[in-house]
């Protein structure tokens, strides 16, 4: 599959590169909202880790939830421009990507003793994202809509978990090892994603500024345990805004 991205992403390069009326740079940035959507066993399994938290500790409450987590994207793209309204873009991005499992403790224990707990895990993987994207303009305005396939090899990522209170006050943070192996490896080496965007283009001094509102759902599984036990998947889903400055370079 990667060699085949690669190919593939060599071909368009060349080809747009042949037959484009105008090619610009430029330096990309933005923030990210990132969270993964989860199949029902993995709900159920956190679900079950609070009951048999409560069912053991009486008159003590776990309440745990899944929170989007801020991330960040960063790099540069290549914009070919086949005509006035169509172009297409490849470059390379840093691609942050986070979610939060958040833990909240609360109550009487069976010592009389009021708790008030919380703490949580945190997973941060990072990718290096080749996208293709098509961009096309709408009218005369500056609005783009951009969109196509993004291609992420994962760098590396940690989760880390905390809890203060209940006579706790623990951190500890492990790296995420990258791998297919079902049983040692937690993130898969490969990422396969859908960018779709909505773009503003703006003229600040001789260049323009191109700011995009964009999700990007992945259809590939992030969790090598996934093949093993089909039915325990979880997958990135990001929202965020891009930021472009371009430069003209033909």
Known sequence: MKTISASLLVFLAISAGCFAQQIRIAPVLGPNASTTLKSSYVKDEMKET???????????DWVGRYVPSLGFLVGGLADYSLNETLSFQSGVLLHLRQENYTIKIKGTDMYGDRVNAKGGFNYRISYLEIPLWIRYAIGNNGLKLIGGPSFGFALGGKVTAKLQ???QDVKESTKLAVGKDAFGSSVK???FGLNLG??????????PLELTVFVQPSFSKWNPSSAISPDYWQRHF????RA???????
């Open 189 to 191: 080496p490969f990422d």
């Open 50 to 60: 609070g009951d048999d938290f409560e069912a053991v500790n009486p008159g003590l």
């Open 198 to 207: 909505v773009g503003k283009e703006f003229q600040i001094g001789n260049n």
């Open 244 to 250: 472009a400055y371009y430069f003209t370079i033909r």
């Open 238 to 241: 990001s929202t965020g805004i």
């Open 165 to 167: 209170g209940y006579g």
